[in-house]
């Protein structure tokens, strides 16, 4: 159980281009999604939290203009990263929970974005 | 300081060899402990989720922790190839809003 499938898995395109990446629970009802991004060797970086149906929350130095995310229900949340640069190419991962919030994060498998 | 510490690595080991991976962390209001595994290119999936202090088996793993010490453990026994990956700690506590903190994992190598 727990399942959260991430949709791309690899992203390759060019500069200012906007990506959109898919994250979503396949067996339970996630009412908080989480995204990270992770550089090689890097430990999981929060970039922001979102609950369904409400506006998501940004870690201090994440551009939410920049890192655009929809939490439209409770089986799915979205990350568009507009006009996107070299500098963005990285490894985001996506994460779920369910219930209540004291339960695990689960996590997606990634999306590899390469901004040429 | 950082609020969790963990040894980076890169630990390498023998087959059949037994584990062990620590974290230790300095808030005390640390509740609820988790240990992940992450292949290379995947995301990081649960191993283990405690409550509190004590230990938890599950298989060829077993989960430490010492809420005095502030230092949690994962063990893995009769360690083999495809145990080879990065191993992250993570915590949380309701104080602190459920925000789960993570270390920044220890990758480990098990030779055949």
């Known amino acids: 159980g727990a399942v959260v499938s991430q949709h791309p898995s690899r992203v390759i395109c060019k500069s200012g281009t906007s990506v959109k990446i898919e994250c979503r629970s396949l067996d339970f009802q996630a009412t908080t999604m989480f995204w990270y991004r992770q550089f090689p060797k890097q430990s999981l970086m929060l970039m922001a939290t979102s609950n369904e149906g409400s506006k998501a929350t940004y870690e201090q130095g994440v551009e939410k203009d920049k890192f655009l995310i929809n939490h439209a229900s409770l089986t799915l949340s979205t990350l568009t990263v507009t006009s996107a640069h070299p500098e963005d190419s990285s490894f985001y991962i996506c994460?779920?929970?369910?219930?209540?919030?004291?339960?695990?994060?689960?996590f997606g498998d990634g999306t590899r974005l390469s901004i040429l | 300081q950082k609020e969790v510490e963990q040894d980076p690595g890169p630990l390498s080991v023998p087959e059949g060899a037994i584990v062990s991976l620590n974290c230790t962390y300095s808030n005390s209001a640390f509740q609820y402990f988790m240990w992940y595994r992450q292949y290379s290119r995947k995301g990081p999936e649960l191993l283990m989720y405690?409550?509190?202090?004590g230990n938890k088996e599950d298989g060829r793993f077993t989960a430490q922790v010492d809420k005095s010490s502030k230092y949690i453990s994962l063990f893995i026994r009769d360690s083999q190839p495809s145990d080879s990956a990065t191993y992250l700690c993570a915590m949380s506590s309701n104080t602190g809003g459920f925000k789960t903190i993570f270390g920044a994992g220890t990758r480990l190598f098990v030779k055949a």
């Open positions: 994460s779920a929970t369910a219930d209540s919030p004291e339960q695990p994060q689960h």
């Open positions: 405690t409550y509190s202090s």
